[in-house]
Every structure is written in C-alpha cells, then in structure tokens.
C-alpha cells in the first residue's frame, strides 16, 4: 500500500496536470458539441477528472509523511568564494515552499564578495541587467563525479527582477514557463548522476558556458558552467540540489550538505549548509580545485 501510494506521489503533478485539462477541453470544447454520446462521454471525462485532481491534492499534503527519511550527502559547493544563501533547507523544508521538481532540499546561492557590493533589491531599476551581479559569470563546479545525463545550455539571461513590481511579473512569467516543462524552469542547467544513483544538479547557468554534454564523465570539482541569470530567476544565483531521479517530474529531493565550508562567524571549516540569510566561505583549499 505505501509503495503504491508513494508512487502516486511521483506523478502528483501529472496526475493534477491530465486533470486540469480535460476540465479546461471540457469548458472550452466539449460544452459546444450537442449529442447524446457526446455528453455521456464528456460526463464521464468530467467526473474521472474531478476525481483524479482530488487524489492528487490529497497526496500532496499526505505523501511527504510516507516518504524514507535520508541522512544529508555531503558533496563538495558547487561555487568558491563567498556565498549568501537563499531559500535554504537548512532553515526549512521544503525549501523552495514545494517539493515539486525534486527541490525539497534545494538551495539557492548569490555571491556577496567583501569588494565589489551586490545590487540591493529595490534599488534603481526594476530589471537590472546581470552583468551588473558580482555571481553573473562565476565558475560552478561539479558536485559528484558521475556521468552528465542532462545538459541545457541554449536558454537567455534575462535582467533581474529587481522590485516588488518586476517580482510580480516573474510570478506570471514563472506559470508560463511552467507550462514548457521544467528545463523552462531551470534555464542552462546540468545534472549528474552519481555510481550510486543521486542525481545533482546545478541550474540558472549562463548561456552557452556549459562545458559538458551527455554522457560525458565528469569528476567533482570540475568547472561545468558559470552563473547565469536563466530560466525562472530573480537574479544571477546558483541553485543546487540532489535527488534519486533525473526526471525532475518525478524525483524526490535529497539532503545534502557542503564539505569544508565556513557558515556566517564561524571559526573554521565545517560540513553544512548556510541557513537563510547565512554567508557561506570556501576554504583555501579548496580554491585548488580545476578552474
């Protein structure tokens, strides 16, 4: 019974998504076909699709009580240097308010380097370009070694969205790219999966600095990407997370936790994760990691 159900909590979204539609087909085409078969059919259609959107409400509150507990993973930052952290597991989970797309424990990333000042939000200008970012072309490096099962590397960097106003409008942008799918999420990105089966995957990459393709092996620490401002993103930032799928549609988020990293005031090197808020600092040595 729990392997059922917590295979329906895979294809939640799914499942939610056929049902919207044959709700929508039915106010919009079905209504207007007059006959008898027709509106038994679309009856039937409509009850199915109520039932069906109802289930998978359902199993979205209930399935996350179902699902395995895993201990945290720790892998090596996919950045160097200095790191403010946004939407972080460690401060709650879901991280991201949902754990659709495998991000129960993601983390999102914006470089705050001590020399050269972050543009505030509500600054001037709604829509700052990413150039004016100090994370905006920043090296990301490979959080396992594994082998590259998806690389995307074609989509824009957009300008920030930089106030309230400009916020709204990515809300509105976020639910159409929802409807290309999750790579129109994502923007460049690239996942890798491990011997064991994790997947991790950093995304928001810039255009065209991808280095690796499908099928590529790749080691951890390897430069695959830099820091862009693509798919459905606020500003230039690193998201990262493992999950135990490459299907983003379907994937359970993991936790991880980054190795030799300096959260906030602290004294040394530690394996964790900076809380909301947190700056996160890279040790020496691992800047010796390929560039």
């Known amino acids: 019974m729990t392997a059922a159900l917590l295979a329906l909590y895979r294809v939640r979204g799914l499942l939610y998504y056929a049902a919207c539609l044959v709700l929508v087909a039915n106010a919009v085409i079905l209504r207007t076909l007059d006959h008898d078969l027709v509106d038994t059919a679309r009856g039937a259609a409509v009850n199915a699709a109520l039932i069906v959107g109802a289930v998978a409400v359902i199993i979205t509150f209930a399935g996350p009580r ?3 507990a895993h201990a945290p993973r720790t892998v090596p930052a996919p950045v160097h240097g200095r790191w403010l952290a ?6 709650k989970v879901p991280s991201h308010g949902v754990r659709a797309y495998g991000q129960a424990y993601a983390i999102d990333l914006v470089h705050e380097p001590h020399d050269r000042p972050r543009p505030s939000f509500g600054g001037r200008g709604p829509m700052r370009r990413p150039q004016e970012y100090p994370a905006f072309g920043r090296p990301v490096h490979a959080m396992a070694d594994g082998v590259v099962v998806r690389a995307a590397r074609r989509h824009r960097d957009h300008r920030s969205r930089s106030n309230l106003l400009a916020v709204g409008y990515l809300m509105i942008e976020g639910m159409i790219r929802e409807i290309g799918g999750p790579s129109f999420l994502l923007g460049n990105h690239v996942t890798i999966r491990t011997d064991d089966g994790v ?6 990459l810039q255009r065209h600095s991808v280095t690796v393709r499908v099928g590529e ?15 459905n993103s606020s500003e230039p930032h690193v998201h990262a997370q493992l999950m135990d799928r490459a299907s983003l549609r379907t994937a359970h988020g993991l936790p991880m936790a980054f190795a030799g990293v300096t959260l906030g005031e602290g004294p040394g090197p530690v394996d964790g994760l900076p809380g909301n808020g947190e700056h996160m600092d890279t040790e020496p040595q691992h800047l010796a990691l390929r560039e």
């Open 217 to 231: 092996a790749v080691t951890a620490g390897t430069v695959i990407g830099r820091c862009g401002n693509s798919g």
């Open 199 to 204: 997947f991790a995957t950093v995304a928001h």
């Open 66 to 68: 179902l699902l395995p």
């Open 86 to 91: 946004l939407n972080s597991p460690a401060t």
